[in-house]
C-alpha cells in the first residue's frame, strides 16, 4: 500500500496562510456576499422563479458547516506553530537577558574594584598640596643654609635677603 507522504512545513504554511485571509475583511465580505446571494436565490419569488436549493438553507446550513469544520482545524494549527516560533523566540529572548544580567553583575563588580582603587590613589589636589609643603620645606632649608653661610649679604633695610625670596616675591 502507498505510504502518502507530505511536507508538514509546506502545509503548515498553508494553514498559516488559510487563516489568515479567513480573519480579513475581504473574507467576510465575500462570505457575507455569498450568504446573501443564496438566500435571495432561495427566497421564493413565485412559481416561475426555480430555487437553487430544493429545502430552503439546508444546503447553505451544510456547506458553512463543512466550511467551519475544515477552518477549525487549521486555525488550529496555524496557532500551534505561531506559538512554537514564540516558544523559540521567548527563550532566545531568556538566553539574551541572563547573558545581559550576567554582564550587568560583571561591569557593577568592575565598577566596585575601580572604585575601591581610586580610593586608594592620592587626588590631584593631595599631591598638590604634598608638592607645596615639600617645596616650602626646602626653600626653608635652603633660606636656613644660605643663613649659616658666612659672608651672606644684606639687603636695602637692613636684613638679610636671597635670590630666592625675591624670586618667590
Given amino acids: 500500500m502507498p505510504r502518502f507522504e507530505f ?23 465575500w ?11 432561495n427566497v421564493p419569488a413565485g412559481p416561475a422563479r426555480p430555487r437553487f436549493d430544493d429545502y430552503p438553507f439546508i444546503f447553505l ?14 486555525i488550529l494549527l496555524a496557532q500551534n506553530r505561531q506559538e512554537a516560533r514564540d516558544r523559540v523566540g521567548l527563550d ?3 538566553a539574551q ?5 550576567a554582564d550587568m553583575d560583571f ?3 568592575e565598577i566596585a574594584s575601580l572604585r575601591n582603587s581610586v580610593g586608594e ?6 599631591v598638590r598640596s604634598e608638592l607645596r609643603a615639600e617645596l616650602r620645606t626646602i626653600l626653608a632649608e635652603l633660606d636656613a643654609a644660605e643663613d ?13 635677603s636671597s635670590s630666592r625670596e625675591s624670586e618667590r616675591r
Avoid: C, K
Wanted: cysteine-free; hydrophobic content about 50%.
Fill in 121 to 126: 590613589l592620592a587626588t590631584r589636589d593631595y
Fill in 31 to 41: 462570505m457575507t456576499v455569498i450568504v446573501v446571494v443564496w438566500v435571495l436565490w
Fill in 7 to 29: 511536507d508538514r512545513d509546506a502545509f503548515g504554511q498553508f494553514a498559516e496562510g488559510f487563516a489568515r485571509f479567513m480573519g480579513t475583511a475581504r473574507f467576510l465580505a
Fill in 148 to 160: 649659616a653661610r658666612p659672608g651672606a649679604r644684606e639687603g636695602e633695610n637692613g636684613h638679610r
Fill in 92 to 94: 532566545a529572548d531568556r
Fill in 61 to 74: 446550513t451544510l456547506v458553512l458547516s463543512l466550511q467551519a469544520s475544515y477552518a477549525a482545524p487549521l
Fill in 97 to 101: 537577558n541572563a547573558q545581559n544580567r
Fill in 107 to 109: 561591569l557593577a563588580r
